[in-house]
Structures are given as structure tokens and as C-alpha cells.
T-cell receptor, first 112, second 115 residues
Framework: DAKTTQPNSMESNEEEPVHLPCNHS???????IHWYRQLPSQGPEYVIH???SNVNNRMASLAIAEDRKSSTLILHRATLRDAAVYYC?????????????FGKGTKLSVIP | EAGVAQSPRYKIIEKRQSVAFWCNPI?????LYWYQQILGQGPKLLIQ????????DSQLPKDRFSAERLKGVDSTLKIQPAKLEDSAVYLC?????????????FGSGTRLTVV
């Protein structure tokens, strides 16, 4: 399985943008880049995903490098409710099983 | 749409006892997963079902763990006998096969403490 590398932790001030980086240098052509987040005492929650182009939804934006070896999850205005562990995961659409393999993720702290 | 339901929310048992967890996925989701999450780590896949058949159970410790998904809807994960290292949160997730590239939906999990 292709692997991702994320910082262990990051901090952000409330109402400021947050850029969460992810490196995936061994990504293959059929790998989708997925982001999930896990709030305290809850199961992981889908945030966003993309293949090649940048993506936006109501929760966040995903910026994908042209060579696809890295990506950045962007929270436009961090709130206290965004404090969570964020996981960057490669999902192989060619494998058929669509299994999510989680790393340790990035723990985001939001400072009031 | 209703989410993935799991019960119980918490369970404390003594080592060598048995325990069972229940999961009701989102209606119509053919694929169901059980994950184990040890404190401070990301979730680890235990088993994947497609309808009522097992797709992948390669990481399930079969000497003590078992799972079933009768009729392709609800699923039960059992541990017998439990060990101290089984203390973890057990998460159930489901996915719509017709939206294969899209997200999983996870339940809130069952927190198991083995003493």
C-alpha cells in the first residue's frame, strides 16, 4: 500500500486558515487522496477526497500538487469544533476492496 | 439518512471473559468494516464484509476474534477469551458500493476495557 507522511501535530488560532500537509511520494495513478478527521470520542468522519484536481466542499478544500506527490487540506476558518486528528489516506480505486489504511494522522489543536 | 449504529457504547470485562459488539450499518450499504483503534493510534482494519460474505479477514486474530453478518445487514464482532491488549475502541463502518470512490461512514464505536 502507498504510504502517507503527516506532521504529528499542528496548532492554529481560531478563525484563521489552517493548512494541513501530506506527503505521498509513492502514489500511483489509481490512488485517490482521501482526508478523514476524528473528533474526540467519535469515529472518523469523511472530509474530502480528490484525484488530480483541487477540490472544494462545504467543509474544506483540497489542494493537490501537480505531480500528486503531496497534498494540502485547507480549513478556511478554523473553529474550536475543528480540533481533531486529521488523516490523509490513499485509496486505491484499482484494487476493488477500497480499504482505508489509517496512519497516526495530524492532531490539530485550535487556540481560542 | 440515519448513521451507523453501534452498541454498547462502553464495556468493561475481566480478562478471559467473552464480549460481543453489534453494528447496524446505513440502509443499503453492502460493504461493512470492523476496525480496532488502540489509544493513540489510527484505526486498524480487522475484517471486511460484502453483503454477508467475508472479503478480507487477514488481520483478524482468528484464535479469539470472530465476526458475522447474517442476512447482509447487521453484524456482530465477538472476542473470546479477551486479553488485556484487546482494550481499544471497536469501530464499525459501512460504504455504498455504488459510490465506491466516496466516503465511508463510521459509527461512534464501542470502547472496550479489559481488566
Amino acid at each position: 500500500d502507498a504510504k502517507t507522511t503527516q506532521p504529528n501535530s499542528m496548532e492554529s488560532n481560531e478563525e484563521e486558515p489552517v493548512h494541513l500537509p501530506c506527503n505521498h511520494s509513492t502514489i500511483s495513478g489509481t490512488d485517490y487522496i482521501h482526508w478523514y478527521r476524528q473528533l474526540p470520542s467519535q469515529g472518523p468522519e469523511y472530509v474530502i477526497h480528490g484525484l488530480t484536481s483541487n477540490v472544494n466542499n462545504r467543509m474544506a478544500s483540497l489542494a493537490i500538487a501537480e505531480d500528486r506527490k503531496s497534498s494540502t487540506l485547507i480549513l478556511h476558518r478554523a473553529t474550536l469544533r475543528d480540533a481533531a486528528v486529521y488523516y490523509c489516506i490513499l485509496l486505491d480505486s484499482g484494487a476493488g476492496s477500497y480499504q482505508l489504511t489509517f496512519g497516526k494522522g495530524t492532531k490539530l489543536s485550535v487556540i481560542p | 439518512e440515519a448513521g451507523v449504529a453501534q452498541s454498547p457504547r462502553y464495556k468493561i470485562i475481566e480478562k478471559r471473559q467473552s464480549v460481543a459488539f453489534w453494528c447496524n450499518p446505513i440502509s443499503g450499504h453492502a460493504t461493512l468494516y470492523w476496525y480496532q483503534q488502540i489509544l493513540g493510534q489510527g484505526p486498524k482494519l480487522l475484517i471486511q464484509f460484502q453483503n454477508n460474505g467475508v472479503v478480507d479477514d487477514s488481520q483478524l486474530p482468528k484464535d479469539r476474534f470472530s465476526a458475522e453478518r447474517l442476512k447482509g445487514v447487521d453484524s456482530t464482532l465477538k472476542i473470546q477469551p479477551a486479553k488485556l491488549e484487546d482494550s481499544a475502541v471497536y469501530l464499525c463502518a459501512s460504504r455504498n458500493i455504488r459510490q465506491a470512490k466516496y466516503g465511508y461512514t463510521f459509527g461512534s464505536g464501542t470502547r472496550l476495557t479489559v481488566v
